[in-house]
């Protein structure tokens, strides 16, 4: 029977060097896997000297990697993440799966950050390891999910769950974003024809009302003004909300100015219940993914923390993260800090009774990504006859203001 010689690599990550006996390369491939070891390289023994200098002359020089701006986008990881997970639920190596993606992958900031994972794969760091020196590609709720599936000695399971649970938070976001799409494009419109009409037809009226000397009324004097004002001062149109944007994220690189500024947005009506709901999806799908995973409690509320994205959550996951500590269980503190409705609360308690908090956690999050998307479509359904109405107003307004002066003018010539 032949004997294949192997390199592998253990649930921690430490190589391994062996030989193993077996009828044929794949089921050599399959012994080991039973073993609990990820195969890294194999060959048989009597074939080994030929084919090392085979690979040798089919050996290419190292890959370069590209110049990038930027990270990884959500879109494409999730993809990557899938692939994976695919590929190492059909028993394929890691580092084969690794390669086979980073193949196939465009030159980009993923491919860049594949490529020095493999390098470091190879040489003998885990895979958690690798990935964590990406953090253009891969963040810490990633890695360490990685980390518990590899000490679990259950990769494939956990890369099945890290994909689903990007492809959920995907889902929503495209959701959130394509609503959005109307109000945005309308708003858009709106400001350019109203923008024209302020800078090139108001402009050729007040000269006809300034030839004929007629006297103005408030409303069109209140119009010229506006006009004039468009007209000397364009450029303020778009730096104005360039602006502001640029000042409130100047503001959030503070904590205290980010706590204000994310605390002003929860309290704005519908967009702060939107903003609030979505994190708590957010945050709740993480906690249970991660501690489905393995990932200690702690640990898992710290990474939790850092996805909320919001400063009111950030302080709120801290005052649990300490009262946990301290012995006592999550649904007290969570109850203290005011930030979810008594139905999380209770739901969180009954998970913690029951030892199913992960499941609980779950249903947390189904139940208010299908909130979000109600209230998107609510505020949606809002949006539409008020942005109707509130156009209806200016283009009345210019009307009147225009043809006050004109009926006027008509009424002394006649």
């Known amino acids: 029977m032949p004997v294949f010689q192997y390199e592998a690599m253990d649930n921690t990550g430490l190589e391994v060097k062996d030989t193993i006996e077996a009828p044929s390369e794949q089921e050599a491939q399959t012994l080991i896997r039973e073993k609990g070891f990820y195969v890294t390289k194999i060959a048989e023994k009597t074939k080994k000297k030929k084919k090392d200098d085979a690979d040798k002359q089919k050996q290419a020089p190292k890959k370069k990697q590209t110049f990038t701006i930027g990270g990884v986008s959500a879109k494409k990881l999730t993809m990557f993440t899938r692939q994976l997970s695919t590929l190492q639920d059909a028993g394929l190596p890691i580092l084969r799966s690794l390669r086979i993606l980073e193949g196939q992958e465009k030159p980009g900031a993923l491919k860049n950050s594949l490529m020095g994972v493999i390098e470091d794969v190879e040489s003998g760091n885990t895979l958690s390891e690798a990935m964590a020196k990406q953090p253009k590609a891969f963040d ?3 890695v360490n999910m990685v980390k518990a599936g590899e000490a679990g000695g259950a990769l494939e399971v956990i890369l099945q769950r890290l ?8 889902s929503l976001k495209r959701k959130v974003k394509g609503a959005m799409i109307y109000p945005c494009a309308v708003i858009t419109v709106a400001t350019g024809i109203v923008g024209f009409i302020m800078y090139w037809i108001i402009p050729k009226f007040k000269e006809i009302f300034l030839d004929f000397g007629v006297e103005l009324p408030a409303i069109t004097e209140v119009l010229i003004s506006t006009s004039d004002i468009v007209v000397s001062y364009w450029y303020l149109i778009p730096v104005i909300p360039f602006t502001l944007f640029v000042m409130v994220k100047l503001i959030k690189k503070n904590k205290t100015g980010a706590y204000i500024v994310d605390r002003i947005m929860l309290k704005i009506p519908i967009l702060g219940k939107i903003i609030q709901k979505s994190t708590i999806a957010r945050t709740c799908r993480t906690l249970g993914t991660l501690i489905a995973s393995g990932v200690p409690i702690l640990e898992a509320l710290s990474i939790a923390r850092d996805t909320a994205g919001n400063e009111v959550f950030r302080k709120a996951f801290d005052h649990i993260y300490s009262s946990i500590r301290e012995g006592e269980s999550m649904a007290v503190p969570l109850r203290e800090t005011r930030i979810t409705d008594d139905l999380v609360v209770n739901m969180v308690d009954v998970g913690e009774e029951t030892g199913a908090l992960d499941n609980m956690l779950y249903k947390v999050a189904d139940i208010y990504d299908e909130e979000v ?17 509130v156009l209806g107003l200016i283009v009345g307004f210019i009307v009147i203001a225009l043809f006050m002066p004109l009926v006027k003018l008509l009424n002394e010539l006649s």
Do not use: D, H, Q, T
């Open 373 to 389: 998307a109600v209230l998107v479509e609510g505020l949606i359904s809002l949006l539409e006859p008020l942005m109707v109405v």
């Open 163 to 170: 994909a689903e649970f990007k492809e959920r938070a995907e």
């Open 140 to 142: 810490n709720l990633y």
